[in-house]
């Protein structure tokens, strides 16, 4: 049973940490309603923003700079590695 959590929090995480690499990536370019990637990128911001924003309101703002992607990344790893240590002992 915990191999089968460990695999589930771990596949989990990657798929967290690909989809916000991927809006951070897309931030880059200007991706309108009428572009093909739309539809998929609309996805990555609804499962993204629940955990942005929260880190968007404790960060002070930096201009033009978004930092949460990078401490959400960070506390992504160390939420998902602290997690299997607690559950494989």
Not at 49 to 63: F, Q
Not at 65 to 71: C, E, F, G, I
């Amino acid at each position: 049973m915990e191999a089968y959590l460990v695999q589930f929090v771990t596949i989990l995480s990657t798929v967290l940490y690909i989809a916000l690499l991927i809006r951070v990536f897309s931030s880059w370019f200007n991706v309108g309603p009428t572009s093909p990637l739309f539809p998929i990128l609309n996805i990555v911001y609804q499962v993204t923003e629940p955990i942005l924003a929260p880190i968007r309101r404790v960060l002070p703002k930096l201009g033009m700079l978004d930092l949460s992607p990078m401490v959400a990344l960070l506390l992504l790893t160390f939420i998902r590695s602290a997690f299997v240590r607690i559950i494989t002992g």
